[in-house]
């Protein structure tokens, strides 16, 4: 443990921001997995509305997928290429579905 008063608040200070950064990888993950599922069960209308919040709904945490990851690339948690790279991987997923769905 830390002794000095600084190093204390350096200490505190950490634990909040790892809470913080977990709780929206939590989210992250929740989504993901429901976007995911949406896909591998060929429901086109349920991907979409995981990809992007359709119903606007903040309170559901697996209706927006595409706004937690840019929010995880502007908080530094994830880097912004990996975001990026992400985000071109779900839409890519989510546009074979709806080509093949056709």
């Known amino acids: 443990m830390p002794i000095i008063k600084w190093a204390k608040k350096a200490l505190k200070q950490s634990i909040r ?3 913080r950064n977990s709780a929206f ?3 992250f ?4 997995k ?8 060929k ?3 349920a991907a979409k509305a995981v990809w992007v919040n359709e119903k606007k709904d ?9 706004a937690i990851i840019d929010k995880l690339a502007k908080k ?5 290429n990996n975001a990026s790279r992400k985000k071109a991987k ?10 093949n769905s056709k």
Do not use: G, P
């Open 76 to 80: 530094n948690i994830v880097h912004k």
């Open 90 to 99: 779900y839409s890519k997923m989510l546009k074979e579905l709806s080509l």
């Open 25 to 27: 990888k939590k989210m």
């Open 29 to 32: 993950t929740e989504s993901r």
């Open 43 to 45: 429901d086109l209308k």
């Open 17 to 19: 921001k790892a809470s």
């Open 58 to 66: 903040w309170k559901n945490v697996k209706a927006w997928l595409q």
């Open 34 to 41: 429901a976007f995911e599922k949406a896909i591998k069960e």
